[in-house]
């Protein structure tokens, strides 16, 4: 596709349950990033992966908290036993990775809703 | 410790007037590069502007510029010519190199452009 695309746009689920959250960054972008926007505030880093792996994940809140990526490509994030502050939109944003001065390409997000 | 700091959580301006964001950074690294994205009430993110740390001249894009001084490490936005399409969020990150760090954002500023 054309731009960064997550799914679904839309969560809602029960406190406990475990879900998990996609992103498909742009083709040849080997650079990817997951945030955490709650409502009015800024985005929270959680993880970085350039390729495969995850050079950085200072970012991720707890242990329910894990991502993986294959094939250099798509990405889930998966929170398990959600809480009601789980609840924010999660973004995902990918790049070259090659060049120090990229830009990042954002996604649309993905609201997530804990009862 | 915060790393960007926005201290203004809202601006008000009139259109046709020009506006400054504030941002500070902290970072010992001597490689780094400064962002602005906007984000409207649709959610999306948008690139605004780079300011890379070893650029001598202040990064400006059409009627966005961004005041670089390095030495009290800050990186303020200027929006010239102030339009309603400018309301916003902005949100002020900063990028270490040499530390590899990810894309870390501020808490950011909401912009209301009024006529």
């Known amino acids: 596709g054309a731009g960064v695309s997550q799914s679904p746009s839309n969560k809602v689920t029960e406190k406990g349950k475990d879900v998990e959250l996609r992103c498909d960054p742009i083709?040849?972008?080997?650079?990817l990033y997951w945030y955490r926007q709650s409502l009015g505030q800024g985005l929270e880093f959680l993880i970085y992966f350039q390729g495969n792996s995850a050079p950085d994940k200072s970012g991720l809140p707890s242990d329910r908290f894990s991502a993986e990526r294959t094939g250099g490509s798509v990405s889930t994030l998966t929170i398990q036993r959600t809480q009601q502050e789980d609840s924010a939109v999660y973004l995902c944003?990918?790049?070259?990775?090659?060049?120090?001065?990229?830009?990042?390409?954002f996604g649309s997000g993905t609201q997530l809703s804990v009862l | 410790a915060q790393k960007i700091t926005q201290t203004q959580p809202g601006m008000f301006v009139q259109e046709k007037e020009a506006v400054t964001l504030d941002c500070t950074y902290d970072?010992?690294?001597?490689?780094?590069?400064l962002f602005w994205y906007k984000q409207p009430s649709s959610g999306e993110m948008i690139f605004l502007i780079y300011q890379g740390s070893y650029d001598e001249q202040n990064a400006t894009e059409g009627r966005y510029s961004l005041n670089f001084q390095k030495a009290r490490k800050s990186a303020n936005l200027v929006i010239s010519a102030s339009q309603l399409g400018d309301s916003a969020m902005y949100f002020c990150?900063?990028?270490?190199?040499?530390?590899?760090?990810?894309?870390?954002f501020g808490k950011g500023t909401t912009l209301s452009v009024s006529s």
């Open positions: 990150a900063m990028r270490e190199y040499w530390a590899g760090t990810a894309l870390i």
């Open positions: 083709s040849g972008h080997t650079a």
């Open positions: 970072t010992s690294d001597q490689s780094y590069g």
């Open positions: 944003a990918s790049s070259l990775g090659q060049i120090t001065n990229e830009k990042l390409f």
